[in-house]
C-alpha cells in the first residue's frame, strides 16, 4: 500500500477524473471527490495495519482491547469531523477518518509490543520506512515527468496519461523493491507464479 498511498495524493484527479468524469459529474465534481480521495490515502496503511492488529488480539483471545481502542478511535473521528469539517468540508471528513485510524493503529501497536514483546517492531519500522522512501522516490519520478508534459488537467487525454503514469509509478517501487529485497515484493512474485501454475493445472485437468 506504500506506493498506492503516495501516487494517489499526485494523480487523484486523473483517476477520478477517468473513472466518474462523466455526464453530470464535471470538473467540480472530480475535483471535490479527488481532494477526499487524497485525506482517505494519508490513513490506508493504518487502515490495513488496523486489520492485522485485530486479528492479532482476537488470536491471543483478546476481544475488549481493540474494542474500546475502536471506541476512542470513533469518539476521535466523531471530534476531528467536526473540527475539520470546518475549513475542509467533505475532504475534512476523510482526513478526519485517516488520523482516526492512524491513532487507532498506533495504539493497538503499542499495545501489543506490551503483550508480545518478542514481536521485531524495530524491524518493521525499517521495513515501512524502507518502503516509504522507495514509494516517495518512485511517485517524485512519475510526478515530475507527468508535469513536465503540460497538459490540460480537464482533459480525458491528460486523465488517462495520469493514469498511466501512476500505472508506472508502481511499476517503478515493485522493481525497485525487488533490487532492494524488500520481503513483500519476493512474496508477491512468488504468489503470482504460484496462482499461474494451479491455474495451469486446472486448466490442463
Known amino acids: 500500500l506504500a506506493p498506492l498511498t503516495f501516487l494517489l495524493i499526485p494523480f487523484a484527479a486523473p483517476t477520478i477524473g477517468l473513472i466518474l468524469g462523466r455526464g453530470k459529474f464535471d470538473a467540480a465534481a472530480v475535483d471535490l471527490t479527488a481532494h477526499a480521495l487524497v485525506m ?3 490513513g ?5 495495519a488496523l486489520n492485522v492488529l485485530q486479528r492479532a488480539f482476537y488470536a491471543l483471545s483478546d476481544s475488549v482491547t481493540p474494542f474500546v481502542v475502536g471506541v476512542v478511535t470513533m469518539l476521535i473521528h466523531i471530534l476531528l469531523n467536526l473540527i475539520l469539517m ?9 482526513l478526519s477518518a485517516s488520523l482516526s485510524s492512524i491513532a487507532g493503529a498506533l495504539a493497538l501497536t503499542l499495545l501489543l509490543a ?8 524495530i524491524g518493521l519500522g525499517k521495513l515501512v520506512l524502507q518502503s516509504a522512501i522507495v514509494a516517495l522516490a518512485s511517485t517524485l519520478v512519475v510526478t515530475g515527468l507527468f508535469a513536465s508534459l503540460n497538459l ?20 517503478i517501487y515493485f522493481i525497485a523493491a525487488l533490487v532492494l529485497r524488500i520481503p513483500e515484493s ?17 486448466a490442463s485437468t
Open 152 to 171: 490540460a488537467g480537464e482533459s480525458m487525454s491528460a486523465r488517462i496519461i495520469g493514469v498511466a503514469f501512476a500505472a508506472g509509478g508502481g511499476a
Open 186 to 202: 519476493r512474496m508477491l512474485v512468488d504468489l503470482g507464479f504460484g496462482f499461474l501454475r494451479r491455474f495451469k493445472r486446472e
Open 44 to 48: 490506508l496503511l493504518a487502515v490495513a
Open 114 to 121: 506490551r503483550r508480545v514483546p518478542r514481536i521485531d517492531f
Open 40 to 42: 482517505f490515502a494519508i
Open 86 to 94: 470546518q475549513s475542509l468540508a467533505l475532504a475534512g471528513i476523510a
